[in-house]
């Protein structure tokens, strides 16, 4: 166990207690009729703060001045727009350059395991802007995740040529991509239920649901390059 291990320790039992107290005081809002933009905008920063207080134990030890500015710790899907429920995962995703090489991999191993060890669902991943969008393009569930994308910490460069990539390409790729959006929306409506008539809809995958005020935005980010109508 090497000296700073106490140090992450302490970061992550801070972060349990937190995320519990966080939960508490915001189901008590909630209770007392607190509006729903506002809870998730309240869970969202309850949830940057935790993973921001583990970001920056993980990359102060592990991590010289110099290669920190050669990253970007990126939240996508509803977290990157704010949109949580208070047990919603969390998505995220390092991208670093490529002269960061290895030394990304022990960033991301104890980034993943803090974070989860903390109490949260994690969706995470490493990637290149280049590979980020060449997904994008073939997966309408990456695509659309990717487009909501917000810089959580790092270098603002590294993200901004991977996001900037993104929505380039997008309109590039407008037909393509508003078809592939379009097809994994009507397998979605099929396999949750076609019709807002079901007794017990999916609210979220169902025809009339979430999905299809979140698909608005997609279009939008491919045609004009923003997500907010």
Known sequence: MTSASPLINSVVL????????????????????APGPQVCAQITDLFDGIILDIWNAATAE????????????????????????PFSDVDIMLVPTRGLGSAVQPVAAR???????????LGFSVRSPGEACR???????????????????????????????LRR?????RGPLVELLQQARREERVK?????????????????????LQFIRWIGFICDGETEP
Do not use: C, M
């Open 14 to 33: 801070d972060a349990r207690q937190r995320l519990r107290d966080g939960r508490e005081k915001i189901r008590k809002q909630h209770d007392q009729g």
């Open 62 to 85: 592990l991590l010289t001045p110099a290669q920190r500015t050669q990253l970007a710790l990126i939240a996508h899907g509803g977290y990157g727009r704010r949109d949580l429920a």
């Open 111 to 121: 980034l993943s395991r803090d974070i989860v060890d903390a109490g949260l669902q």
């Open 135 to 165: 997904l994008a393009w073939k997966d309408a569930v990456i695509f659309s995740s990717l487009a909501e994308s917000r810089l959580l910490s790092g270098s603002l460069h590294v993200y901004s040529r991977f996001f900037n990539s």
């Open 169 to 173: 390409g997008a309109r590039r790729r």
């Open 192 to 212: 949750w239920g076609e019709t807002n008539y079901l007794l017990r809809p999916n609210v979220k995958r169902s025809r009339g649901g979430l999905r299809d």
